[in-house]
Every structure is written in structure tokens, then in C-alpha cells.
């Protein structure tokens, strides 16, 4: 399968039906999440790989991690109405035997697995809502791929927040996440938002970051 492929098959997922703005439910773009599992396939850390899928959603990473051959995906989600739309997406994928639903608060969860990928809420409407999400990231796996707001203070905190838990930025790729206006304070019809796609790596122990 090719990148441009699996970006227009994501894109095809049936979205949130009715987007929470308190959990940030905004669902990934297909090509925006298409990169990030390109880049994790080209490290190695898809194929064959448990994967957790933290705030899962619709499933539009897990579905893509499990078409490039992931071996299991956790999709990790407290919200059962997303959870609902999830189920659809699995079935209509084909990928219901390779996703495992671990219906609840991302602190519950706590499987080691070989990668995380995540498009955690990113603290704009409940702030700091991103850090349970990352938090949890560096405590599951040694390798975590994420995206957070393109912004001066959001990248100070995020290089911040790996140094602290020993963690280190490898890649850094920045793209457009375009959204279709969903919630009230949205004023244009097309949300154009700069993103930030992160791959943090656990530094060997004693090790400072970057
Ligand atoms: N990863 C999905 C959805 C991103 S939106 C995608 O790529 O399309 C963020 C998701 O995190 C929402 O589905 C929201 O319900 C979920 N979420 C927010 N806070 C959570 C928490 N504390 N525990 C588990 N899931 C949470």
C-alpha cells in the first residue's frame, strides 16, 4: 500500500457523530495520519508490532497501524459513543481480529507495548489535558509517536515534558491538519491548524535529551 493510499482509505472512516468539545474530538486527517504511521513504518516500529492507540476514537490510527501490519493495536478510549463509531470502522475495514478496545480513562491503561501512537486532545478547551496522554505514553513504551499544536509555547513544553521523563526528540515534521468547522467557537468553514508530529525515544538511562 502506498502513503497516498492509506491517507484517502482513512479519510474514508466514518468520523465522531456528535464531536464533544470537552474531549476534543477532533479525528485525524487522513493524510496527517498516514504520515505519522509512514514514518513509524520506516523506523520498523508497525510491522509486527502491539501498538497502543491512546484516545483512540474513530480509530483512524489504529485502523492505519493495523493495515500496515501491526500485530495488535490496543485503541485505548473512555468515550463509548466514539467507541460505537469505532466498532463500525473496524468492521468495515476488515480489521476487527487486530484492534483490542481498552474502553476507559487513558491512566487505566497500563500494557507495555513496542510503540504508541496518539493525536491526544491538545489542551486547548480543558488545559493540560495533554499530559495524562503523554505521560502515559512514556510509561507504556520506549517509542511514541504524537501530534500537538505547531506553537512556540506547546513545543517549548513538549521538549520540556520528554527532557523531564527522559525521553528524547528524534523526528519532528510539521503539516496542515485541516478540520471541517464542528464547534461554535470555529470561525471559518475549513480549519487550517499547523501540527507538530513528534517520535520521542526513551534515552538510555542516564542519558540527558536532544
Ligand atoms: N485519535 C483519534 C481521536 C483524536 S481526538 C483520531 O486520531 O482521530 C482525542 C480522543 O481522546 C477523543 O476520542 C476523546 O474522547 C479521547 N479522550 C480524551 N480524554 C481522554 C481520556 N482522559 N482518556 C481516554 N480517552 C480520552
Redesign the pocket.
Known sequence: MKKKQLAILLSRLE??ENP?AE??????PGSV?SELLWLARSIGEVEGKVIA??????????IGACLLGARKIYA????GD?LRVLRKNLERTETLECVEIFE?????FSVKVDTVV????FGSQVKH?DR??LEKAFEVSGSVYS?HLAKPDVRRFIEKFAYEHNFRITHHLTVTFEIPAQFHFHRRRLERIPVDIYRFEKSPSGVGAI
Open positions: 468520523g465522531f464533544k474531549l476534543e474530538q477532533y479525528r485525524t495520519a492507540d491512546l484516545g483512540a476514537g474513530t480509530g483512524v490510527l489504529s485505548v478510549e473512555k468515550d466514539a476507559g480513562d487513558v491512566s487505566e496518539m493525536n491526544p486532545p489535558a495524562p496522554f501530534i
